[in-house]
């Protein structure tokens, strides 16, 4: 997964910075996200590590296209003095997604696995393998897994949906330096 993610980072960057055009990195990225959950959804115990690692590098590919671009978009669409408020909020709701998606998927995974390992007789996942052995515990795993992965799936679906609403604005070429000085020293030298 990180291999794509860095891969289909380095790759965006530099097209981005040759072409100033950067809307198709998200669109892509959450297209390739979403397939590669959907896909990591449909994993079983029977399930190859090949395949397994295959799906693995669609997320990362999507992530990779994905992440970078959302802090390039809020800053491309701000003012310049606006910018450190852009890098922040978009820093802060990351972190806030991130941290609510840890609960929300611990508590989806929890959920479907004891639900799973109860119907399958191994009691509670919590209590390990004790009636039904290691299969239909790791069955009940397996199916917790699937659920996170469905509704990441879903979450992914829904960010190609807004990605493909992104209004391209072109890069700025101006350095990150003082705009206003640079101004003033072009009208000092006429």
Request: hydrophobic share 50%; charged share 10%.
């Amino acid at each position: 997964m990180m291999a794509g993610s860095v891969a289909a980072s380095m790759i965006a960057g530099k097209v981005m910075s040759k072409t100033g055009r950067y809307k198709i990195f998200p669109i892509v990225g959450s297209a390739s996200l979403a397939v590669g959950m959907g896909l990591l959804a449909r994993m079983d115990t029977t399930t190859s590590r090949v395949a397994t690692s295959a799906f693995m590098i669609l997320v990362g590919i999507g992530t990779g296209f994905s992440i970078q671009m959302a802090n390039t978009i809020a800053q491309n669409s701000v003012e310049l003095r606006d910018m450190g408020a852009a890098s922040a909020a978009t820093s802060l709701f990351r972190t806030l997604g991130g941290s609510l998606g840890v609960a929300v998927f611990g508590s989806l995974l929890t959920r479907a696995t004891e639900g799973k390992a109860a119907t399958a007789g191994v009691g509670s996942a919590t209590h390990g393998v004790s009636q039904a052995g290691p299969d239909a515990y790791l069955h009940a795993v397996s199916h917790g897994i699937q659920q996170i992965f469905l509704v990441g799936s879903l979450c992914a679906a829904a960010a190609f949906l807004a990605a493909v609403f992104i209004q391209e604005v072109p890069l700025s070429r101006q350095p990150t330096g003082n705009q206003d000085t640079a101004n003033e020293s072009a009208r000092a030298a006429s």
